[in-house]
């Protein structure tokens, strides 16, 4: 692998030399990305629609094969990795619109994915109910449907399950885009603490500018291509972080 990119430390995952090209397109989506992602730290992506962001998602995710190129999880090739496994095991998703079941309660979307993901927890009701308390959410807001959770507890309850097979790394695409700005600070205040405190590797794609001011390296996707993303280091950037830090 890439010798530049291997010696970074702290490195979780990378990519090197990653094109992407959708079949019958006669543009690629993702044009010789390589990039290192580092466990305890928040890396945002920025780009415009059709630049190429959710393609880089599924391909970190484990939905689909570069067709070129390589990614890879703390120096192992991801195509030899079986990719059930490796989204079962490593990965943890947050979505814009939560992808909660809604008609069950909160705990149970908990439950319910830990036995997709076939984890071996015995009580996993518990276990639910300490993950969203970690996140804020009573054990009575817990036992209530999706349904009549505001969208900042939804969010809660998505992230509780992201964390809910303990992945190095977190997945997040436009996590505070339904939210107002208020919850958007609280999303933002966890997701660091997974990074700085937990020392998770966590990527989130957006267009928010609050979640780029408080990121610890922001890259720019532009027409398939990944580049660092240089007005991340503005003065505005630095003391918007040191306060997430001390809160
Ligand atoms: N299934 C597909 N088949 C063919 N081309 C596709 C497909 N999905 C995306 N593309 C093209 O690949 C390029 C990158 O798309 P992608 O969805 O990754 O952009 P994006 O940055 O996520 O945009 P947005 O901000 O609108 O979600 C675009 O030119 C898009 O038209
Ligand atoms: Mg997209």
Do not use: W
Request: glycine share 8%.
């Amino acid at each position: 692998m890439n010798e530049h990119i291997a010696v970074q430390s702290n490195v979780m995952l990378s990519m090197h030399n990653v094109s992407y090209s959708y079949d019958g397109a006669s543009q690629k989506a993702l044009k010789q990305v390589s990039a290192g992602f580092q466990s305890g730290k928040v890396t945002a992506v920025i780009g415009k629609s059709g630049a190429g962001k959710s393609t880089f998602l599924s391909l970190i995710s484990g939905l689909d094969l570069p067709t070129e190129g390589n990614i890879y999880l703390r120096g192992e090739d991801l195509s030899l990795r079986n990719r059930d496994d490796y989204r079962a095991q490593d990965i943890g998703v947050i979505f814009q619109s939560f992808n909660l079941l809604t008609n069950v309660s909160a705990v149970q979307n908990i439950v319910l994915s830990m036995f997709i993901s076939k984890s071996t927890v015995k009580n996993k009701k518990e276990y639910g109910y300490q993950l969203l308390e970690q996140m804020g959410i009573s054990r009575e807001t817990a036992g209530r449907k999706v349904l009549k959770l505001s969208g900042g507890e939804q969010q809660r309850v998505g992230i509780a399950r992201a964390l809910a097979h303990n992945p190095s790394i977190i997945i997040a695409d436009e996590p505070t885009g339904n939210l107002d700005q208020e919850t958007e600070e609280d999303i933002l205040r966890i997701l660091t603490r997974l990074a700085h405190e937990e020392n998770r590797c966590v990527i989130i794609v957006t267009h928010s500018q609050k979640v780029t001011s408080i990121a610890d390296v922001v890259f720019q996707m532009k027409q398939g291509i990944l580049s660092p993303f240089q007005q991340g280091e503005s003065k505005q950037k630095s003391r918007v972080a040191r306060r997430y830090r001390h809160e």
